[in-house]
């Protein structure tokens, strides 16, 4: 599946953009109310979620060497899954480029859509979706060959520059280097794997996408890490996170508290290893969580442990930040502004109660 | 057709009013909003603040330039190739018939990505040590760059210059065929037509003063900048959409010429031509009868098969569609401009084969 997308980048995304969207029509012909709030029943009815993901994004979302899916944006699908049915196997994987994921959300083909997304004014008041909360706090860089003595991406003039189409990314682009009175030139592929080919094999003199990108291409797609250099500015704000579709105000809810109830978890020192143990606690807070004294899950329309099943099935959002992205994994990204607002972060969660 | 029509208007309704219910913007108005990418190549100048339409145009003008180039380049190749597959030397009917088989019978899109592939290959340099095996030329992974001349007066005079000459051009052949219907004196009118616009421009640069500017390439650290150049995703898509059409077109010219009877090749011979001879005055021009309209729909193909240049980066109408798609979200708008785009190509193309195709075919008199 992943494969195929990436030989054929064109074809399948063009066509999947007109299949989803003629999908969008024929829905609306014979159905034209069933979307609204009927995500969970839709869900629990055929015991799975789907999720949209990316191609193949190391970190983030990506098959490993048995298919099976892993990654930041891959452990919040299955701690959702967890949450709403009680298993985070449960989840069906729908692999999207940068072109496709809107439309296979808008048209339902997907429940939600899990792959290191901006969130910007326009996705958020015009595609009929909505953001939920923010799981990676990035910014757009570059990456340069060492060869090339570039230290700043202020000494890029007339560079040309590989970039994937379909991203806030070749907006970014345009506008910093249009701030700083550069001149440039993009070179847009429609593929991810495309536009990182090219540059590796010495098209274009940098690359950009987002921080986390790079250092999951430099670490997996270069022939030898070290001889690429990760420019230090930061050119843009990019907060990804999952979204969902409109009209579906339940669905919405579950999928950002269920974000919420990871950061918690982290907070009050819940772990994958100890929260069986913390259903003896005392706390309060940890209580309602972990539903011994209160049911919040069903202000949810889910049962009292909700919670309790995410933590167990995937840990919370620092544990799933180290397995995936964080410093001992291959990635080396430092928790930086995904650090917990109490420890220097920005990673916030209103409180479970 | 009132049935179709209802159900027509009945989708377009539907989609419109399930957009609405879902918060889903639609209209066409963001057209007129500023674009706010940059384009790699393009035609004419573009600023990332101009609105949308412009970058479609922009997209636009690269898909009609590969396509052009295509078209051009397709037909002379896939002419030669399909004589060569009648030729009497073995030698060259062999290779001729092995091209048309390798090349028709793998993918376009592969053999895109194979070209994109080679041009991108350790063979070439890196921009910032690009290649220089002459003056003003240099090569390199990211493209060929070369002088261009300098706009300046003299060469609107050259230009008009070359417009004349193809006048006078047209006006010698006009008198050489009346005086080849007249007395049966057959001149040459390929060559001096040709020499007669050439010889229009070369006067008119002279008059303009003989401009010589030439805006050189300069390389630096980084890379090569000025001049002109050509990128590897345009030689790429034109490379591969030329080579893999002109498999087609020697097929259809093959067949073309062998659809015209052995007797009109020996009564040929029997009046004195020679092969050549015998080729272009009698054995093309009735083959072509058969040729046009197959013809029309190779080049029917290789327009809309340039849509698939987005895969090695070139920035055709598709790649500019897809990234506004993304960037506006008006999926079924972008798709609808894209369809009527390439729709409005080919039913030109298809206008003007007709037209020629009219021109010539067998007048029953």
Redesign the interface.
Known sequence: MSSSIEEFPMRTSTLQVIAATSLALAAGTFAASAYAGKTLDAVKQRDQVVCGVNTGLAGFSAADSQGNWVGLDVDICKAIAAAVLGDAKKVKWVPLNAQQRFTALQSGEVDILSRNTTFTLTRDASLGLFMTAVTYYDGQGFIVPKKSKITSAKQLKNAEICVQSGTTTEKNLTDYFKSINVKMKPVVFEGFEASVKAFFAGRCQAYTTDASGLASIRNKEAPKPDDYLILPELISKEPLGPMVRRGDDEWFTIVKWAIYALLEAEEYGLTQANVDQMKSSTEPPIQRMLGTTEDTGKLLGLDKEWAYREIKAVGNYGEIFERNVGPQSALKLPRGLNNLWNKGGLQYAPPIR | MAVIAAAIW??AH??L???R?????SGFGFLAQPA??????SAFAFD?GEPYWKAFLVGLSNTLRAALVGIVLTTILGTLIGIGRLSRNFLVRGLCTGYVELFRNIPV?IQLLMWY?VL??DWL????EALHPLPGIFLS??GMSFPVPEWEQGHGVSLAGFAIGIVVAWLYRRWARSAFEKTGVARPMVWPALLIACAGALLGWLAGGAPTALEMPVR????V?GGGAV???FLAVTLGLTIYTASFVAEIVRSGIQSVSWGQTEAAGALGLSRAQALKLVLLPQALRVIIPPLTNQYLNLTKNS??A????Y?DL??IS??T?????R??EC?TILMAVYLTLSLVTAALMNWYNARSAIRER
């Not at chain 2, 706010?36 to 190549?41: A, R």
């Not at chain 2, 987005?310 to 980066?313: K, M, R, S, Y």
Request: charge should be negative.
């Open positions: 009945f989708l539907n989609t009013e399930n957009m219910v879902r918060g889903i913007q706010g990418f940059d384009i790699g190549e990332s899109l592939t991108n290959g340099p890196p921009a910032s992974k990211s630096n650290d980084l890379n900048s990128t590897p995703e849509s698939l987005v895969a090695v980066g920035p598709v790649s897809n990234t798609l993304n960037q506006t979200g999926a079924v798709i």
